[in-house]
């Protein structure tokens, strides 16, 4: 079983033209499924981490933040379809504020930035086999983003989904495309590998990398931290942020006790029955944000060293061939965070920042949110609270998952800015100029109802 479907695994990609560094990582992590491995971290083999740095206390010269910025690189993960939300292209497609989606902001804070510090800053954007001709056919409209002759993107791998039965790829007749699947935003090591961008960053000069979620608007560029990275000395570095009651899904880092080496802890690599560990606040205090910083010498030097393979833990995900189709094929996805690669750098650190660094698009909470009073868009791109505190959405799914019923029930957003919690149950469209003070709940009429214009909620 093992030798031919790993073999028929790489063919199949060697024939797709994925890159060497790629197929080398995903035999490793074929081996280690084969072998039984889960990437379960248990409770009693971490201490938590409890003391990060923290952003607020972090003190740089103005020169030292210019002169790291100015070595910066800035690089976004835009892989992914955003398929929960409705969506067939790129999610950064998705319209966020003032017509504009989360390609124009990041755009915006990108050339802000340049501006400001008079730094080149390159973007630059992983997109996937789905996500590359949508992005860059959009981004055509910015042709001040490039830098040099530095690509805006590259793109990341692809890999076979295995059959759950006997791990070959699987075999998917009606939409062949559904035999393959993206590998994880792990693969940004080997991707940027494979690609040669990070031979050519290096070569124009560039030592950092700051790497974050193309749908966290919160992760602008920022000098202080480049600063507070390039005095530190450590060749890797993780943003936190202080976890609340409500985040319970974000992965955490922790101290391994074997070694005292920081790991990373996500969801898939917790056991069902430590799971009230993993989501305690108080134990696990600091979440992880998916920013993340790296020394673009010290990431080629590891690479080197380890032939391609940085050997992250394996991320076992099951589901079916058709994620649309729960009676299709079973199958196995093999990935990885790449948020993991904190173990693989000794001297790795953490740094603790506001949440304002953190502003994730996942569903239409948060999206309305955004879309609110509750933030305000800037000239350059960023949105700033306008609240202490951001109020608590519940949209009933089964009228507003999906984006194109959402706008169409709520096509202009609501004020929130003094309210604590909204919870919709039902069909309700909100007319423009609502506002909602306080806890505020709609129960379910039974049908379609609306909220007319000028309406006041609650308190």
Not at 49 to 78: C, F, S, W, Y
Not at 259 to 284: K, P, V
Not at 334 to 348: K, L
């Given at each position: 079983m ?20 790629a ?27 409890l ?10 010269t ?21 398929t ?11 319209k ?26 390159p ?12 992005t860059?056919?959009y ?5 001040e ?5 530095l690509?805006?993107?590259?793109v990341?791998?692809?890999e ?9 790829p ?40 700051c ?38 899904k ?11 080496q ?23 205090p ?10 673009l010498?010290a ?16 991320i076992?995900?099951?589901k079916?061939v ?63 609270a306008?609240t ?7 949209l009933?799914?089964r ?5 194109d ?5 709520i096509?202009?957003a ?34 379609p109802?609306t ?6 909620l609650?308190?």
């Amino acid at each position: 079983m093992s030798a031919a479907g790993l073999e028929a695994a790489r063919q199949k990609m060697l024939d797709a033209g994925v890159s060497a560094p790629a197929i080398e990582v995903f035999s490793r992590f074929y081996e280690l499924l084969e072998s039984g491995a889960t990437g379960v971290i248990r409770e009693d083999t971490i201490e938590p981490l409890l003391d990060p740095p923290m952003l607020a206390d972090v003190d740089i010269t103005d020169a030292q933040a210019r002169e790291a910025i100015g070595k910066t690189v800035i690089i976004k993960l835009n892989g992914g379809l955003g398929t929960s939300m409705g969506l067939d292209k790129a999610k950064t497609l998705l319209k966020v504020r003032d017509g504009m989606n989360f390609l124009d902001l990041i755009a915006r804070q990108v050339l802000a930035a340049r501006e400001r510090y008079d730094a080149r800053l390159p973007l630059l954007l992983m997109n996937s086999f789905r996500t590359e001709g949508d992005t860059l056919e959009y981004l055509a409209k910015y042709p001040e983003l490039y830098v040099e002759d530095l690509p805006l993107s590259f793109v990341q791998s692809k890999e076979p989904k295995l059959r759950a039965d006997d791990l070959t790829p699987v075999e998917w007749a009606d939409d062949p495309t559904l035999e393959w699947c993206p590998p994880g935003h792990g693969d940004l090591y080997p991707a940027l590998e494979g690609s040669g961008v990070l031979d050519k960053l290096i070569e124009h000069g560039f030592r950092y990398a700051c790497v974050s979620n193309g749908d966290n608007l919160g992760a602008a560029p920022n000098a202080t931290i480049a600063g507070w990275f390039a005095q530190s000395g450590a060749p890797y570095a993780a943003e936190l942020c202080r976890r609340t009651i409500n985040d319970k899904k974000g992965g955490h880092l922790a101290i391994r006790k074997e070694d005292g080496q920081l790991i990373l802890r996500d969801t898939a690599q917790t056991a069902a029955e430590e799971m009230d560990y993993f989501t305690d606040e108080h134990r696990h205090p600091f979440f992880h944000t998916n920013n993340l910083w790296f020394d673009l010498v010290a990431l080629r030097a590891a690479l080197v060293e380890r032939n391609s393979v940085l050997g992250l833990p394996l991320i076992r995900n099951e589901k079916t061939v058709d994620p649309g189709d729960s009676s299709s094929t079973p199958v196995i996805q093999i990935e990885s965070a790449m948020g993991a690669a904190i173990e693989v750098f000794e001297g790795a650190t953490a740094i603790c920042v506001g949440r304002d660094r953190f502003l994730p698009v996942k569903t239409t909470n948060e999206l309305l949110l955004l879309r609110s009073d509750v933030y305000s868009l800037t000239a350059e791109g960023k949105l700033v609270a306008t609240t202490e505190s951001a109020p608590e959405i519940a949209l009933d799914s089964r009228y507003y998952k999906l984006v194109d019923e959402f706008s169409r029930r709520i096509p202009s957003a609501p004020s929130l800015r003094k309210a604590s919690s909204l919870k919709v149950t039902g069909d309700w469209t909100f007319e423009p100029s609502v506002v909602v003070t306080g806890d505020v709940e709609l129960l379910d009429e039974g049908g379609p109802a609306t909220i007319p214009v000028g309406t006041h909620l609650g308190d």
